[in-house]
């Protein structure tokens, strides 16, 4: 099995920056491309971006947010700049094996006050 565990989430005002982390566990080398949706209350869930193992990015909005992630440490990061009141939900980390099977994270929330 695969197992996501997120960490670097909370309270930002906004203008302000977080860095999310995800660290993968378990069958590792099966996995392919990693990166993070979000939801928020009462809206789809929404790519934010993602990631291969050979440094491929995909951004749902390039600028503002930048995807990173270390093979070695089986971790990958998402830093968040500037960020908007609208950028408020939960954040999910994600990775696909490659096989074309999907694992999610529990979620980190993420809350940018006005």
């Known amino acids: 099995q695969v197992q996501l565990v997120e960490s670097g989430g909370g309270l930002v005002q906004a203008g302000g920056s977080l860095r999310l982390s995800c660290a993968a566990s378990g069958s590792i080398f099966m996995l392919t491309v990693m990166g993070w949706y979000r939801q928020a209350p009462g809206k789809q869930r929404e790519l934010v971006a993602d990631?291969?193992?050979?440094?491929t990015t995909n951004y749902a909005e390039k600028g503002r947010f930048t995807i990173s992630r270390d093979n070695a440490k089986n971790t990958v990061y998402l830093q968040m700049n500037s960020l908007k009141p609208e950028d408020t939900a939960v954040y999910y980390c994600?990775?696909?094996?490659?096989?074309?099977?999907?694992?999610w994270g529990q979620g980190t929330q993420v809350t940018v006050s006005s």
């Open positions: 990631i291969t193992r050979l440094g």
């Open positions: 994600h990775t696909r094996s490659v096989s074309g099977l999907y694992f």
